[in-house]
Structure formats: C-alpha cells, structure tokens
C-alpha cells in the first residue's frame, strides 16, 4: 500500500503561483510512477501530468504545458506541482495518483490515490 496525502492547495489570484506537494508512505515511493489530476464541479476528472518513477520523463495536458511543472524527490518521498500564471479555469481539487504502469494519462492505471487539495483561481 502507498499512502498519499496532498498540499499546499489554496486562494490566488489569476497570474499567480501556487506549489502543491504529495507526501508519500508506505511502500517504497520511487518505484511508482506519480501522477497529478485535477477535478472541478460538474467536470470530470482531467489529467493534468506525470512523471515516471525516477523523474527522467514526464508528460503534461496542452492546458497546462509551460505552466505547470512536475517533480519528485524520491529520498523525501515527495512530489511536486508547481503552478504558475494560474487561470481561474485551473480551479479544481488536485489528486495526486501513484501507479506502476508507468506515465499514462488513463486514471484507471494508478492504482493509489490522494484525497486531494482545493485550489481556487480568482479572476
């Protein structure tokens, strides 16, 4: 089992930049793949990114490319989304997801999930 809990979601302004984090337990974190989604009200859920197990490769939504960026510490367990020129069409709650399929942008691939943060974007 890996246990996953999300951070550092909030309130900004459009322009503005916000780092989520995903704190990693349980079963050794650097042998997953990690990914970040992204789900608003009425919406379903939407890829955002992924990065493979070692932070060699990642891949991204066209929404987000050049904007958002995702990285992993492997010795903190940890993964990152950083998130600049927010839009207010970023506000979401943002999962993180853990999986050993590799990088994918199917949800059913990642078998752990967080509960997920809340960020919202003001226009």
């Known amino acids: 089992q890996v246990q996953l809990v999300e951070s550092g979601g909030g309130l900004v302004q459009a322009g503005g930049s916000l780092r989520l984090s995903c704190a990693a337990s349980?079963?050794?974190?650097?042998?997953?793949?990690m990914a970040w989604f992204r789900q608003a009200p009425g919406k379903e859920r939407e890829f955002v990114t992924a990065i493979s197990w070692n932070g060699a490769s990642t891949h991204y939504a066209d929404s987000v490319k050049g904007r958002f960026t995702i990285s992993r510490d492997n010795v903190k367990n940890t993964g990152y989304l950083q998130m600049n020129s927010l839009k207010p069409e970023d506000t979401a709650v943002y999962h993180c997801?853990?999986?050993?399929?590799?990088?994918?942008?199917?949800?059913?691939?990642?078998?752990?999930w967080g509960q997920g943060t809340q960020v919202t974007v003001s226009s």
């Open positions: 997801a853990a999986g050993t399929a590799g990088i994918t942008t199917m949800a059913t691939q990642y078998g752990y």
């Open positions: 349980g079963r050794t974190f650097s042998r997953y793949a």
